[in-house]
């Protein structure tokens, strides 16, 4: 997402997923969802879609992805470089939802994802095991210095927020970048008691996914990067962070309530 500059957080990449009870990803396929009106009919393909029993990942050539999985569909797409208003999967995800509207729909992830660069070599390890644990001996254990990942849980506006923070690495122009990434997911609840109901329910949670991102952005600001020294690099950085596996990876779920 387009940020200040003095805002430390590159929001990377945006995901709606979308859980379904008895949702088979065989279902989407390109046919289905340029004739279906899902995705606009001059959208390429970025390569040939990938289809398995219990997976199905489509990928256009403007980056925006839409992966099947059983209980549930992910669109996700690059935000780095664009506004509000040329994100393109709210109103994907909304279509999906009108086009099958007698599916059980149970829940909705808005899940933002994001890096921040520093400009020393140990400094991204160092932000997560100096700057947000406490010391202690555990972290002199082994032969070369520990790496961390962090995962929490928040209740925002009632809403359940899980964050997940890993240290890693860019590659630009051959030199290493250190970074440490946010990986948030704000799961919504479907409310309502028949499918019209449920679709009003939908529009209204992913129309807020904007609200979502800028509550993930300024607590990874205001809050983790409070205090915290100038190894962070000052210049953004657009880039493709590395990609979690979204076959069983905990950030990409969206609670059910079952």
Do not use: C
């Not at 959208?43 to 289809?51: L, N, Q, S």
């Not at 205090?227 to 979690?244: F, H, L, Q, R, Y």
């Amino acid at each position: 997402m387009v940020d200040s500059m003095s805002q430390p957080l590159t929001v990377q990449e945006l995901i709606i997923v979308i859980a379904a009870k008895n949702q088979n990803p065989s279902i989407l396929n390109p046919d289905f969802l340029k004739y279906s009106g899902i995705v606009p009919a001059e959208w390429e393909f970025a390569g040939k879609p990938v289809f398995s029993t219990n997976f199905t990942r489509i990928t256009f050539k403007n980056g925006v992805s839409i992966i099947g999985e059983p209980n549930r569909v992910m669109f996700a797409e690059p935000i780095a470089d664009k506004t509000a208003a040329t994100v393109s999967i709210a109103k994907i995800a909304q279509k999906y939802a009108r086009v099958l509207p007698n599916m059980d729909f149970q829940a909705i992830g808005i899940n933002p994802r994001g890096f921040v660069a520093f400009t020393m070599k140990d400094a991204a390890r160092n932000f997560i095991t100096e700057h947000l644990l406490s010391d202690g001996v555990w972290k002199k254990e082994g032969e070369v210095p520990m790496q961390a990942s962090l995962n929490l849980v928040y209740k925002l506006q009632d809403t359940p927020v899980a964050l997940n923070i890993t240290q890693a690495e860019l590659r630009q122009k051959d030199q290493p970048i250190p970074i440490v990434i946010f990986s948030g997911n704000f799961s919504h609840q479907i409310s309502g008691n028949n499918s019209e109901e449920k679709l009003s329910s939908i529009t209204q949670i992913v129309e807020n996914w904007f609200s979502d991102v800028t509550t993930f952005s300024n607590l990874i600001n205001n809050k983790f990067m409070a205090g915290v020294d100038g190894n962070i690099a000052v210049t953004k950085i657009v880039e493709s962070i590395p990609e979690a596996n979204s076959e069983g990876s905990n950030i990409f779920a969206v609670g059910t309530g079952t």
